[in-house]
């Protein structure tokens, strides 16, 4: 199994949920709300500390555990539809997960 992790911009979600969705073996996403900003030698010089401690922006991290064999094929989609050509549109990643399993217990039916 892997996990595959982004942080994009919040208005490409909409667009990259109805992409993921449309995957054969897409297992589903958490999607938190973040803050965060890059390296600032890949921005424009600020005069001042301030500026660059508080120059963050929103920003969405996506979560998503899955088959190996559909991994690949999410990681493609979310670098394609999560990209506008601009500093800042993000960055995704896979890691390898040696265990997971789904946490449920199912209620009892009526007796």
């Given amino acids: ?15 990259l949920r109805d992409a993921l969705i ?10 938190s709300k973040v803050e965060g900003c890059s ?13 660059e401690l508080t120059d963050y922006s929103p920003k969405v991290r ?10 690949e094929a999410i990681f493609q989609r979310i670098t394609e539809v999560a990209q506008t050509g ?11 997960i040696e265990k997971a399993a789904f946490i449920f217990k199912s209620m009892p039916g009526p007796t």
């Fill in 1 to 15: 199994m892997k996990e595959i992790k982004a942080i994009i911009r919040p208005n490409k979600l909409p667009a």
């Fill in 22 to 31: 449309a995957l054969p073996g897409f297992p589903g996403m958490t999607v």
């Fill in 39 to 51: 390296a600032p030698s890949r921005h424009v010089v600020r005069q001042k500390i301030r500026d």
């Fill in 62 to 71: 996506i979560e998503i555990v899955a088959p190996d064999e559909a991994a």
């Fill in 86 to 96: 601009h500093y800042g549109d993000g960055l995704v990643w896979i890691t390898e």
